[in-house]
């Protein structure tokens, strides 16, 4: 297992469009988290889910982005009707009770511009 | 709510200097502190974590100790390489929530 996995790496999209990202965790790995880092800023809490099951949504989450973690594996993180500040790099993370649940593993992260 | 502050940045130092970047935080309940560092063209990694007052976590030469009484985490290395150059982020998760909270990260860079 190469750990977690994001796809895709870049996308460049025109404002009003949809996107969707992917992400992979560490297998066996049942906590998925999603957060949002813009240029000069750490990380910022998106959403997480345990399973399948989406237990927190952060308010920077608007009624144009959605998650979904259907079989408990991966997940996917949609933004529609995109707009020029949804540009931000877009992390995945993953935990599991073996390693410990707050230590949390991160993907590359997808880069997302909007033109 | 929570939140963590971080000295800002970015920092320059010659290698083998002495390393200290500052971090301090607000919790509502007892936080596990960490230490996240982000090599050029690299994932987030996690670098040292505590998970109660006085614990030291280490790793790879860097140290923090988890100090309740000034609600700080500060991150030291004794001589620092051209290696360690990075971007360096202090981080809390509060017991029962299970989000990170980040600062803004510093950068670092060694100069030989």
């Known amino acids: 297992d190469t750990g977690v996995s994001q796809d895709p790496r870049h996308k460049i999209t025109k404002r009003g469009q949809n996107v969707t990202f992917r992400c992979d965790p560490i297998?066996?790995?049942?906590?998925l988290y999603w957060y949002r880092q813009t240029l000069g800023q750490g990380p910022e809490f998106l959403t997480y889910?345990?399973?399948?099951?989406?237990?927190?949504k952060s308010r920077l989450l608007s009624d144009r982005f959605s998650a979904e973690r259907p079989k408990g594996s991966f997940s996917t993180l949609e933004i529609q009707r995109t707009e020029q500040g949804d540009s931000a790099m877009y992390l995945c993370?993953?935990?599991?009770?073996?390693?410990?649940?707050?230590?949390?593993?991160f993907g590359p992260g997808t880069r997302l511009t909007v033109l | 709510g929570d939140s963590v502050t971080q000295m800002e940045g970015p920092v320059t130092l010659s290698e083998e200097a002495f390393l200290t970047i500052n971090c301090t935080y607000t919790?509502?309940?007892?936080?596990?502190l960490f230490w996240y560092v982000q090599y050029p063209g690299e994932g987030l990694q996690l670098l040292l974590k505590?998970?109660?007052?006085?614990d030291k976590g280490s790793n790879k030469g860097f140290e923090a100790t988890y100090r309740k009484e000034t609600t700080s985490f500060h991150l030291e290395k004794g001589s620092v390489q051209v290696s360690d150059s990075a971007v360096y982020f202090c981080?809390?998760?509060?017991?029962?929530?299970?989000?990170?909270?980040f600062g803004q990260g510093t950068r670092l860079t060694i100069n030989p």
């Open positions: 993370a993953s935990s599991s009770p073996a390693s410990g649940l707050d230590e949390q593993f």
């Open positions: 297998s066996e790995h049942n906590r």
């Open positions: 889910f345990q399973n399948e099951a989406q237990l927190e």
């Open positions: 919790a509502t309940g007892y936080p596990s």
């Open positions: 505590a998970t109660k007052a006085d």
């Open positions: 981080a809390l998760s509060v017991r029962g929530a299970q989000k990170l909270v």
